[in-house]
Structure formats: structure tokens, C-alpha cells
T-cell receptor, first 114, second 113 residues
Framework: GAGVSQTPSNKVTEKGKYVELRCDPISGHTALYWYRQSLGQGPEFLIYFQGTGAADDSGLPNDRFFAVRPEGSVSTLKIQRTERGDSAVYLC????????????FGQGTRLTVV | GNSVTQMEGPVTLSEEAFLTINCTYTATGYPSLFWYVQYPGEGLQLLLKATKADDKGSNKGFEATYRKETTSFHLEKGSVQVSDSAVYFCALSSGGSNYKLTFGKGTLLTVNP
């Protein structure tokens, strides 16, 4: 596709449930990033993939959060036992490589935990 | 650790007014600095960037100069348009890998006709 695609655009789930958020990066982009944006805040880094491997997952808040990118393209962010505090917009971005290269962002998935 | 502090919003201007959105940063090493913009209903887009001290980034009439002595990267535009209404984020990346962006909280700009 022309840009980074994230699905679903909105997700409402009950506290304690499991959710998966999907990101389709721009074709050919080897680097992929997940960020979380809470209301009134700027995006906060969660995890960075270079190819299939998670090069830096230091931003994941706890072990309920996990992300995969098995074939080096599509990535899935997985959240177990969701809590109300997980409610936020989850942003995905991709770039040609690491360094000061432009990162292209998707429109995000708005997750609401009720 | 790295941090970015940007001007609290919201900012409301009339068309053709001068815009400044202040941004200061704290970082280790020599960061790259960015301004991202988010138009209503769209994803974050890179507006401009500067990778070393005294560099000036510019795009769409917006400018920002990397000032190492004041650790600042203020965004300016001489004459704003209604279509500039958006949320603006200052950001930096630093460290050897230079991939992880640290964002400010964002500033909502509304331009009235």
C-alpha cells in the first residue's frame, strides 16, 4: 500500500481481555516502530524492529505487552489481560532503516478498555 | 534521559499572523531534531528536521533552527493559513542507533480566517 496501515482503527474491549493490533508497514521498509499516545501526551516509544527481530523493546511497559514481526513485514502488538490504563492510541511507524531516516506513521488504533 | 518540552497550547491565531512554537530539549550526545505535524483525521507526518547544530530545517513555509547553545528548536512561520491548523510535535532522536523518537506533548494550533 501507499502508506502504513493499521487495523482496526478503533477497538473497544473489556478489562481483562486479550487484544491484537496489526500494522502493515510501507513495502520495503525494514524498520518498524510501535508508539503509544495517551490523551494530551506525545507518542511514547514501545518497541523497534529491524527486520524480524526486536532490536529494542525497552519501552514496553510490562510483560502483558508483546509484539511480533515473523516475516519482517506485518507486525502485531499483543496485549494480555487488558487494563483501563492501557486505553490509548497505538501508533505504528516504518522507515527504510535506522538512523535519522524519516519514519512514516500510520493513523493509529484507538484502544478503549472498559 | 532524553526529554522534550514544548509550548503549552492551544494556540489560536488569525490568518497571516506570525507563528512561534517553542521547543527545548535535554539529550545525551548529539541528537537529531524534528517537528512532526498531525492534521485532523490523519497520521503524524514529518514537517522538517535538522541533524546538527546550526542546521535550519524548512518545509511549507515553516522553519526551525537547531540551537545547541540554548538546546532549542523553535518552530516559526511568517504567515499562517487556515490549512495549517493541526497539532505540532517537537521530537528528538539520539544515541548511536538514532532511531527512537522522544516527543513533546504537542501543541494544538487553530488558525481562523
Amino acid at each position: 500500500g501507499a502508506g502504513v496501515s493499521q487495523t482496526p482503527s478503533n477497538k473497544v474491549t473489556e478489562k481483562g481481555k486479550y487484544v491484537e493490533l496489526r500494522c502493515d508497514p510501507i513495502s520495503g521498509h525494514t524498520a518498524l516502530y510501535w508508539y503509544r499516545q495517551s490523551l494530551g501526551q506525545g507518542p511514547e516509544f514501545l518497541i523497534y524492529f529491524q527486520g524480524t527481530g526486536a532490536a529494542d523493546d525497552s519501552g514496553l511497559p510490562n510483560d502483558r505487552f508483546f509484539a511480533v514481526r515473523p516475516e519482517g513485514s506485518v507486525s502485531t502488538l499483543k496485549i494480555q489481560r487488558t487494563e483501563r490504563g492501557d486505553s490509548a492510541v497505538y501508533l505504528c511507524a516504518s522507515s527504510l532503516g535506522q538512523g535519522a531516516t524519516e519514519a512514516f506513521f500510520g493513523q493509529g488504533t484507538r484502544l478503549t478498555v472498559v | 534521559g532524553n526529554s522534550v518540552t514544548q509550548m503549552e497550547g492551544p494556540v489560536t491565531l488569525s490568518e497571516e499572523a506570525f507563528l512561534t512554537i517553542n521547543c527545548t530539549y535535554t539529550a545525551t550526545g548529539y541528537p537529531s531534531l524534528f517537528w512532526y505535524v498531525q492534521y485532523p483525521g490523519e497520521g503524524l507526518q514529518l514537517l522538517l528536521k535538522a541533524t546538527k547544530a546550526d542546521d535550519k530545517g524548512s518545509n511549507k513555509g515553516f522553519e526551525a533552527t537547531y540551537r545547541k547553545e540554548t538546546t532549542s528548536f523553535h518552530l516559526e512561520k511568517g504567515s499562517v493559513q487556515v490549512s495549517d491548523s493541526a497539532v505540532y510535535f517537537c521530537a528528538l532522536s539520539s544515541g548511536g542507533s538514532n532511531y527512537k523518537l522522544t516527543f513533546g506533548k504537542g501543541t494544538l494550533l487553530t488558525v481562523n480566517p
